[in-house]
């Protein structure tokens, strides 16, 4: 199932950047006491009670006519509360109701979508008073918080996670193998999934940005179910003309996370690019099972190095990308294709591995003879054993008597052994390291 995403919306500096960063723990948001600092929409995850969910922080939205950027802000939250299951509307308590407020009521309104007022900048949580005036919005009951300071937002993240809808039993199909592919407008993910199918089931065009959508797509390779997701081009910000196309990225990350697959499609003709590593960055961070799929290698003049070359420029591009593996072809000649759902066949089987725990820190305990950890200071530092709590992707825990002592350059020697001795090829592997409890 979809995570769901929440939008925070309302008029220029009441917080709105200030709370998205709260609700996300770190400063993503640029935050300045100046209106209209925060131009395009923000996303990342979070979660609340268990529940996960994308959240997106807007532009304030103003309504002065004749101003083109205002109306490209306006535009853009817009489409994000579109996009939004549930919209927390950020009010300024301090100011108090304003026409603008009431005309971001008005929109939100006509979205139809359930709305979560925040009361920002309280000072004194006794004083209902100071934030009585915006019930008359018609929208519920404010809740007072301090996005500054972090007070009352667990209240606020309680109502907005209350308009979630149950989580179901079973996804579209849960016995098929979801693939996501993303990349760069023009690269061919339609014509891919069009190759596939053997049937133009998806526009395809020379025009960057032609899919809007992610599109799902069932179908049956060598008695395995796959459903495609094809999704918008993703392109780098400062070549977004459409507002439209921002709306895109959105939904390509909703369908990351829906995916057990992600093919992460490069142009041949034209290598990597930094956008690459950005869409590539999305696919990776979710955790998700990743496949390079070089498209146009028809295109590409080749002699007996050609390849190694290729694999070699992509290695050093996509450096956090070393478990998946590459796969050249040509989505218009269909070469090699298929070959692709063998991969995807494989790279499944390998992110859902699970490892018995004796064999596990048998692995474990030979690696650390062999290299073992450097010294914490008066107390040696010692990792007693590991376990397996996950697959999808492969999460291995290690207890440690002082785990912030592990170095992150022994957890990379320690997964390159997990990956020599297990595999998981085209799946990331996440190491965490906690307290062991009781005596050494």
């Given at each position: 199932m979809a995570k769901p995403v929440v939008a925070v919306v309302g008029?220029?500096?009441?917080?709105?950047?200030?709370?998205?960063?709260?609700?996300?723990?770190?400063?993503?948001?640029?935050?300045?006491?100046?209106?209209?600092?925060?131009?395009?929409?923000?996303?990342?995850?979070?979660?609340?009670?268990?529940?996960?969910?994308?959240?997106?922080?807007?532009?304030?939205?103003?309504?002065?006519?004749?101003?083109i950027f205002a109306r490209e802000v306006k535009l853009q939250a817009e489409l994000a509360i579109d996009e939004a299951d549930v919209i927390i509307f950020v009010l300024d308590a301090r100011q108090g109701l304003s026409p603008e407020d009431e005309q971001v009521a008005d929109i939100l309104r006509?979205?139809?979508?359930?709305?979560?007022?925040?009361?920002?900048?309280?000072?004194?949580?006794?004083?209902?008073?100071?934030?009585?005036?915006?019930?008359?919005?018609?929208?519920?009951?404010p809740i007072p918080v301090s996005a500054m300071h972090g007070l009352n937002t667990n209240e606020l993240l309680d109502q907005v996670i209350a308009h979630f809808a149950l989580p179901k039993d079973y996804e579209e199909d849960d016995n098929a193998i979801k693939i996501a592919i993303i990349g760069r407008p023009n690269v061919g993910k339609s014509s891919l999934v069009n190759a596939f199918l053997?049937?133009?089931?998806?526009?395809?065009?020379?025009?960057?940005?032609?899919?809007?959508?992610?599109?799902?797509?069932?179908?049956?390779?060598?008695?395995?179910?796959?459903?495609?997701?094809?999704?918008?081009?993703?392109?780098?910000?400062?070549?977004?003309?459409?507002?439209?196309?921002?709306?895109?990225?959105?939904?390509?990350?909703?369908?990351?996370?829906?995916?057990?697959v992600v093919?992460?499609?490069?142009?041949?003709?034209?290598?990597?690019?930094?956008?690459?590593?950005?869409?590539?960055?999305?696919?990776?961070e979710a955790g998700k099972a990743n496949i390079i799929v070089v498209n146009k290698w028809d295109l590409v003049e080749k002699d007996g190095h050609t390849m190694n070359k290729f694999d070699k420029d992509i290695r050093e591009d996509l450096k956090f990308l070393a478990y998946a593996p590459i796969m050249y072809v040509s989505a218009l000649t269909k070469k090699r294709i298929f070959k692709v759902l063998e991969l995807v066949d494989f790279?499944?089987?390998?992110?859902?591995?699970?490892?018995?725990?004796?064999?596990?820190?048998?692995?474990?305990?030979?690696?650390?003879?062999?290299?073992p950890l450097p010294g914490g200071g008066a107390k040696k530092v010692k990792i007693y054993y590991a376990t397996q709590v996950r697959?999808?992707?492969?999460?291995?825990?290690?207890?440690?008597?002082?785990?912030?002592?592990?170095?992150?350059?022994?957890?990379?020697?320690?997964?390159?052994?997990?990956?020599?001795?297990?595999?998981?090829?085209?799946?990331?592997?996440?190491?965490?390291?906690?307290?062991?409890?009781?005596?050494?």
């Open positions: 008029r220029p500096n009441v917080g709105k950047s200030t709370l998205f960063n709260h609700l996300i723990g770190k400063r993503k948001a640029i935050v300045e006491d100046v209106p209209g600092v925060t131009r395009d929409r923000l996303y990342d995850n979070t979660d609340w009670a268990g529940r996960e969910f994308i959240i997106i922080d807007t532009g304030g939205i103003r309504f002065e006519e004749g101003d006509r979205s139809g979508k359930p709305v979560v007022l925040a009361a920002n900048k309280v000072e004194n949580f006794d004083r209902q008073l100071d934030y009585y005036e915006f019930y008359n919005l018609g929208l519920g009951e053997g049937e133009q089931r998806v526009i395809v065009s020379d025009i960057p940005g032609t899919t809007r959508d992610a599109i799902d797509t069932p179908f049956r390779y060598n008695n395995t179910d796959y459903i495609l997701i094809d999704t918008a081009g993703i392109r780098r910000k400062s070549r977004i003309k459409e507002a439209t196309e921002k709306y895109s990225v959105i939904r390509a990350l909703k369908s990351i996370e829906r995916a057990d093919l992460i499609m490069l142009d041949a003709t034209e290598g990597v690019s930094e956008q690459d590593q950005r869409i590539a960055g999305y696919a990776h790279v499944v089987e390998q992110h859902n591995r699970r490892i018995n725990t004796a064999e596990l820190n048998r692995v474990v305990n030979e690696a650390m003879m062999l290299n697959t999808a992707p492969p999460t291995f825990v290690f207890f440690a008597n002082q785990p912030d002592a592990v170095h992150f350059s022994y957890l990379r020697y320690l997964e390159n052994v997990l990956r020599q001795n297990f595999g998981f090829e085209g799946s990331p592997i996440r190491l965490l390291v906690r307290q062991k409890t009781g005596k050494d």
